[in-house]
């Protein structure tokens, strides 16, 4: 496995000095936030894609994501990071969801990204049912994970609380209405957490979908606020070990977006923890 860190806690900085400041932390990839101020793909220039890329390679650094869930560039006032989401009651809203998420998959291929992340249907409405919201998202996300695969990228869907998909069950029942392999998931270990669950326990049920992971600490509450792992309840030792279990060989992205005041001490404590938590399971190739 290799540990990465969002660059959606640095809202402050360009991505030039995130990429300049990640790097000399430690870090060897950064998930790239699809929003501003660092990456909303529907007015990059030529010049601004190729920016990013002579940023990353002059600190040595590789893409672990390009996070398309959050949206700040909407300022939509209920929330920024959920809205607009796949199931909105108006259909011309939900169509910018929709192609902003095809703009951040043609967008990754064009940066060598593997794969983007996206919100898992957004709040089901008051009166709406599950079951019907879940509807309206499959037919919502189809089409984009035909382009997903058009643009050889995958598509993964990120549980989260109090969104319409929050648990392991709930993502497998969404699974079972979808045939393309460009769709999988975005484990992020905290949210596991905030529902109740064991996070270890959801890696070995979800394993054939995970394809990336995101890490940060919850309090014992549970409630869903990001913190730097060691300040919350989380036992990433079994998490981590149940990654290894399954084989998973890729990214643990270090998500910290609450940090924005002081990311670079967020970073830096975060990749120390982790990866002393890690030594003994030999898990990270740094």
């Known amino acids: 496995m290799k540990l990465a860190f969002s660059t959606n806690g640095y809202l402050r900085f360009s991505f030039s000095e995130t990429c300049q400041r990640l790097s000399k932390i430690g870090y060897k990839g950064v998930e790239i936030m699809a929003d501003v101020p660092h990456a909303w793909p529907a007015y990059l220039l030529p ?35 959920w809205f607009p989401s796949w199931i909105e009651p108006d259909l011309n809203y939900r169509r910018v969801r929709v192609d902003h998420t095809k703009r951040a998959l043609t967008l990754a291929k064009e940066l060598g990204a593997k ?5 898992p249907g957004g709040p089901v409405e008051v009166g709406a049912s599950w079951q019907g919201a879940l ?33 392991a069950e709930q993502f497998e029942e969404f699974m079972r209405h979808i045939d ?15 529902v109740g669950e064991d996070p270890a326990e959801s ?6 979908w995970i394809k990336h992971v995101h890490l940060e600490d919850i309090a014992g509450s549970r409630v869903h606020h990001h913190l730097i792992p060691g300040e919350g309840a989380i036992d990433f030792a079994s998490v981590l070990k149940a990654l290894q279990e399954i084989q998973y ?10 940090y924005t005041e002081d990311p670079d001490y967020a970073a830096k404590t975060a990749r120390e923890r982790i990866l002393k938590i890690a030594e003994p399971l030999g898990v990270f190739s740094e």
């Open 249 to 258: 060989n890729g990214w643990v992205t270090i998500e910290l977006y609450p």
């Open 115 to 119: 794969c983007i992340t996206t919100e």
């Open 203 to 208: 890696v070995r049920r979800l394993a054939r």
């Open 135 to 167: 509807k309206t998202f499959v037919e919502e996300i189809k089409p984009v994970a035909e382009h997903a695969e058009k643009e050889g990228v995958l598509l993964l869907v990120e549980p989260e609380p109090a969104l319409l998909i929050e648990t």
């Open 180 to 194: 393309s392999p460009a769709v999988g998931l975005n484990f992020d270990i905290g949210h596991q957490f905030c």
């Open 47 to 81: 010049e601004q894609k190729q920016a990013l890329r002579d940023s990353l390679a002059s600190n040595g650094l590789s893409i672990s994501n390009i996070n398309s869930f959050m949206m700040h560039a909407i300022s939509d006032r209920r929330q920024l990071y």
